[in-house]
Every structure is written in structure tokens, then in C-alpha cells.
């Protein structure tokens, strides 16, 4: 890999961001109105806030970079610059790597806003892991993005690459426990659950938020999230290719 | 000398439909070799077999002594493609930054090749605001920029006004003159007689491939549409 190409690459996504300001604003503001959302939801209810919105200020990032990234993603496929690219000396490692590097810049930047929100202003408790939160939502961001670059060679249009979102995301979110406590779920949720990434990365902030220890099941959930990041990465990998029909 | 591109039983399937049966050909060093031909007669799928980017059914494509694609070739071969590969989000020398630093090539180079393609007064307009052939000039600076020694380029003069089309093509001798392999494909014959050689295709078959002076002489033809259209014709009597 170059590590010149890589950042040429990471330094090119985020000015492609930078010149959509409404995106970025969309980026950084809705997941603050959503949490004083939820905020407000459970007014009465701080425990029940308390359970939901720390896992939430994870979660964020993983959808947004998933969207993001399969939309870019899709866009560089069906304009050209893929094949363009691929005939110069850039590498696909340096392709992945660069996009990694830009989408985790910026959801340090979106899971930093609100977390200032969830942690200062709505009380949210994480003990001395609030930095932990923070690093798992970026790791949680840049698993989307891997989910959104695999899932772009499958989507002919942008219409397809939304439509993943609901497809790909959401079933995630429904079984990682976040709703229902996995122990709660009929026997064969429970097995399809265990076989999702997000169920680890939920159960990483979950501990993160109530256990200050962080033990050894908080270290076997980041390494299967960063695992399935890897593999996600290694698949998308795949799609990119320089010969095509 | 060795030619620059050599093509042996080239042999393309795209979508079920054979797009080239088989076809032998070669381009010489230095000179700027027209790959003529209707829409849809293959010239795109000879083109990215040139650059590595098509899957091949069989047969064999070199570039400079080496296989079509291999890695030692992509700082040696430049590649526009024929629907411009430019970001649209992106002003002209942001995108050429990019490109820059993706083949390695001096920043100052950017500014060299903006000048180069006359887009001096849109270098930080957006490419997505640009007129298509403002769009396709950006496009070709881009493969421009490492000075690469075979530049392969796929309908670049499309809808560009009579001018500038004059400028490009003036510029591609120039390229040759300093020593650049080109090969250039388009659909309209005019373009023909701008080339130094010739290759006529159709059908994904390969009708001639000579000077513009030598088709005229062989048709007997007084231009190179008419030349191109006696050929189809002789070619389907014989």
C-alpha cells in the first residue's frame, strides 16, 4: 500500500463531503435531535433513557457511514472513476483505507457532538467509559462503512443502495438487544442474533455504560466488532474489480 | 522497433453477445493511430482490453512488452475513458490534485495540464457545473498528468466545438512527436484523416489498418467517408 495514496484518497472523500455542507449538517444534527427525542420520550423514565441512549450514541455512526458510504461508494462505481482508478498505480488497499480513515474522522466528529449532548446535557451515565463510547461509536462507524462498501456491488442505483439500509441495518438493530433483551427472544432469534455483528457492538457499549471494568466479554465484543469489520472490508475487497464483463 | 500495443485472437463476450471474434492487430510507437469505427462496433471493449479493464475471452493483449493490466504498466499507460471519470463534487484542480497524487506526478503539473486542456478560467469551478466538454477536457488532463508513454483515449473529442476539436487533435501530434504511442477511437471520419494510422473496425472485426492516404488510394475514393463505406461494401462482395 501507499500510505501518499491513501491519504490523498481519505483528504479527496472528505473534500467531496465538505462541498455537500447539507449532508454534514444532516450528519451532525440529527442524531443530537434524536437523542433529545428519546430524551423526551422517556421523560418519566431516566432509567429506561439511560438504558436506550447510550447504545444509541454508538449506533449513530454505524448508519450514517453505511448510507454515506454505500451511496459514495455506488457513485464511484457507476461514473467511471472505479475503473479509472483502478488503471493507475492506486491500490485497492489504499482505496478501502483512505475511505476508512475520512468516515472515521468524521464520526469522531459526530459521535464527540452527541455525546457532548447525551453526556452534558441530557445526564446520560457512563462512569469513566464516556472516551470508550466515544471510540466504539468511530469503530461502529467504520463498520457501516464496510457494510456500505460490500453492499454497493450490489446495488445497481441509488434507489437499490437505500433500500439496504432497512435490509441489511435494521434486522441488526432489532435483534442486538437493544429492544428486547436477548435472553428474551425466542431460541432461534437468539442464535440469529449471536451470528450479527451489531449484537457485539451493542453489547460492548452496553457494558461500556454499566460496568467500569470493562471485562473480558467488553474485549471479546470489540474484537469480534473489529473482526467483522475486517471481514466486511476483505469482502468488499473482493467486489472491487479490475476486470469487469 | 516493437509495436507499442500488440493484439493477438483477441476474443470478447459481453452480456452473451461476441463482441470481438478474434482480432489481430498492432499499434506502432509514436504515432497517433485512429481506431475508426460506428457505435457499436467494439472500439470500447478493444479499448478497455488495452488497459486491462475487460474480462477477455481468450487471445492476447500486450502493452510495451508486457500483459494488458499488469501492474508495472499503470504508471505507463493512460486511459480516458469515454464518459468522463471525473468527480462531479469536486473542482478541476481538486480533482487533478487527486489524480496527481494517485500517479505520483509533481503538484506542479496540475496547474501545467489546467493550461494545457484550456480550462485556465475554470479551475475551481465545480466539474459537476462544466459543460460536457468542459467535463471531458478535465477528464483527459487527469490521464495527462504522469505524461504517460502509451495514452489510450476512448472517444475523446465528442461533442467538443470544431476549435478546440482542431486544438486536441493538434495536440495529440504533438504528444507523438515527443514520442507518446496514441490510439484514439471515434466514430466520425472526418476525424480519420487527423490520424497517422488507421484502424477501421466493424463488427468487432478489423476492415484495414493503414494510412488515411493508402485507404483513399485503395478505394479509389475521393473521401475517407465514402473510402470507409467502399470498403464495408467490397469487404461484404468478397
Known amino acids: ?245 | 522497433m516493437d509495436a507499442a500495443i500488440a493484439i493477438r485472437e483477441l476474443r470478447v463476450v459481453r452480456g452473451g453477445t461476441l463482441v470481438l471474434p478474434g482480432i489481430s492487430v498492432s499499434v506502432e510507437r509514436g504515432l497517433v493511430t485512429g481506431l475508426l469505427g460506428p457505435s457499436g462496433s467494439g472500439k470500447s471493449t478493444l479499448i478497455r482490453a488495452v488497459v486491462g479493464v475487460q474480462i477477455v475471452e481468450g487471445g492476447e493483449v500486450s502493452v510495451l512488452g508486457l500483459p494488458a493490466g499488469a501492474a508495472e504498466l499503470r504508471s505507463r499507460v493512460g486511459y480516458v475513458t469515454q464518459t468522463p471519470a471525473v468527480y462531479a463534487d469536486l473542482s478541476v484542480r481538486e480533482n487533478l490534485t487527486y489524480f496527481a497524487r494517485v500517479l505520483s506526478a509533481p503538484q506542479a503539473r496540475v496547474a501545467e495540464v489546467i493550461d494545457r486542456v484550456d480550462l485556465g478560467g475554470e479551475a475551481n469551478r465545480l466539474v459537476g457545473r462544466l459543460s460536457g466538454g468542459q467535463r471531458a477536457r478535465v477528464s483527459l488532463a487527469t490521464a495527462l498528468l504522469n505524461e504517460p508513454e502509451v495514452l489510450v483515449l476512448d472517444e475523446p473529442t465528442v461533442g467538443l466545438d470544431p476549435v478546440l476539436r482542431r486544438d486536441l487533435w493538434d495536440f495529440f501530434h504533438e504528444l507523438a512527436d515527443g514520442g507518446t504511442t496514441l490510439l484514439v477511437s471515434s466514430h466520425v471520419m472526418d476525424e480519420a484523416a487527423r490520424c497517422d494510422r488507421l484502424l477501421l473496425l466493424r463488427e468487432g472485426r478489423i476492415l484495414a489498418a493503414l494510412t488515411p492516404d493508402a485507404l483513399l488510394e485503395r478505394t479509389h475514393a475521393t473521401d475517407l467517408d465514402g473510402a470507409f463505406l467502399r470498403l464495408i461494401e467490397g469487404g461484404e462482395a468478397a
Open chain 1, 1 to 245: 500500500m501507499s500510505l501518499s495514496r491513501t491519504l490523498a484518497t481519505a483528504a479527496r472523500v472528505i473534500g467531496q463531503l465538505r462541498r455537500d455542507p447539507r449532508t454534514v449538517a444532516l450528519l451532525l444534527v440529527v442524531p443530537c435531535v434524536l437523542i433529545l427525542l428519546v430524551d423526551q420520550l422517556f421523560a418519566g423514565r431516566k432509567q429506561v433513557f439511560q438504558q436506550v441512549g447510550v447504545p444509541m450514541l454508538g449506533l449513530f455512526p454505524l448508519i450514517s457511514m453505511f448510507l454515506v458510504t454505500s451511496i459514495t461508494m455506488l457513485r464511484e462505481r457507476t461514473s467511471g472513476t472505479l475503473e479509472r482508478l483502478l488503471t493507475t498505480p492506486l491500490r485497492k488497499l489504499d482505496l478501502l483505507l483512505g475511505y476508512g480513515i475520512a468516515f472515521a474522522l468524521v464520526a469522531v466528529v459526530q459521535a464527540t457532538i452527541v455525546s457532548i449532548v447525551g453526556f452534558g446535557l441530557l445526564d446520560l451515565q457512563a462512569g469513566n467509559s464516556k472516551a470508550v463510547v466515544v471510540l466504539l461509536a468511530v469503530a461502529n462507524a467504520v463498520l457501516g462503512m464496510a457494510f456500505g462498501l460490500f453492499v454497493s456491488a450490489f446495488a445497481r442505483t441509488e434507489f437499490q443502495a437505500v433500500q439496504f439500509m432497512p435490509a441489511f441495518v435494521l434486522p441488526q438493530i432489532l435483534l442486538c438487544g437493544l429492544f428486547v433483551a436477548r435472553d428474551q427472544m425466542a431460541d432461534w432469534l437468539q442464535w440469529v442474533s449471536a451470528a450479527l455483528p451489531l449484537t457485539y457492538s451493542f453489547d460492548a457499549l452496553d457494558r461500556a455504560a454499566h460496568d467500569a471494568s470493562l471485562g473480558g466479554r467488553f474485549w471479546a465484543d470489540v474484537g469480534v466488532t473489529l473482526g467483522a469489520t475486517a471481514l466486511a472490508l476483505g469482502l468488499g475487497a473482493a467486489t472491487l474489480r479490475r476486470r469487469t464483463p
